[in-house]
């Protein structure tokens, strides 16, 4: 299967991604998966460990087909995770959705759900990729600016590999939706958009004086993003 077909493919149907409630909102491209996690900073994995489930925020990048997620190599959640199934969720909010009525209230929204058995990377020239990708993920440019990471500092970075092969996506947009009957209340309703935005750069005070601010840096200073 070429790029161009991988893009275009619907996303899995399977028990554990179909969507029970809201089926509208669902997005059915495999382009849709890629759109909300390329948008994202932050990921939430969710792996079981001694019986127990436990949620974890992390950073994360995409290639291709796999979602990289970082950790460290002391984190037993990575370690706990390996070969076994786990979630792992990334979420936009687009906006709050007032409604005439409390319980017609919703969000705008973007996420998407990821099922699969996670990998722990263990080649390095995989990992050093992968630390790259999630770099990157972050601020675009960034990896080719910086110092690449020492013997010391791979051995203390762990790096977890789950396939986008079972997904979903949900969307939710435009205006409240309530009740016919409540149209005529007079209670204002409408949407509150919601951005994330990166305020100006502030260089760090050990910097040398003149020290220009990278065009990678520029940017996303002061821009939105998502």
């Not at 161009?4 to 669902?26: F, I, K």
């Not at 990998?119 to 790259?132: G, I, K, W």
């Amino acid at each position: 299967m070429s790029a161009e077909d991988t893009l275009t493919a619907p996303l899995s149907t399977t028990p554990r991604t179909t969507l029970h409630r809201h089926q509208e909102r669902g997005r059915s491209d495999r382009a849709d998966l890629y759109a909300v996690l390329d948008a994202g900073l932050i990921c939430h994995l969710g792996v079981v460990i001694g019986g127990l489930p436990v949620v974890l925020p992390t950073a994360y990048g995409r290639d291709g087909d796999v979602l990289y997620l970082h950790g460290s190599s002391a984190n037993r959640s990575n370690l706990a995770a390996d070969g076994q199934e786990v979630c792992v969720t990334v979420t936009h909010l687009d906006g709050i959705v007032c409604a005439r009525a409390v319980f017609a209230h919703s969000m705008n929204y973007r996420s998407a759900v990821v099922f699969g058995r996670a990998r722990l990377v263990t080649d390095e020239q995989e990992r050093l990729a992968a630390l790259r990708v999630i770099t990157e993920q972050l601020i675009p440019g960034r990896w080719a600016s910086a110092r690449p990471p020492s013997r010391k500092e791979m051995a203390a970075t762990s790096v977890l590999a789950v396939p986008l092969t079972d997904a979903s996506v949900k969307v939710r947009t435009g205006p409240p939706a309530d009740d016919p009957a409540d149209y005529d209340l007079d209670v204002w309703a409408g949407v509150l958009p919601a951005v994330l935005t990166f305020g100006e750069q502030r260089p760090d005070p050990a910097l040398p004086p003149g020290t220009a601010v990278p065009a990678h840096i520029q940017a996303v200073a002061g821009r939105p993003r998502g």
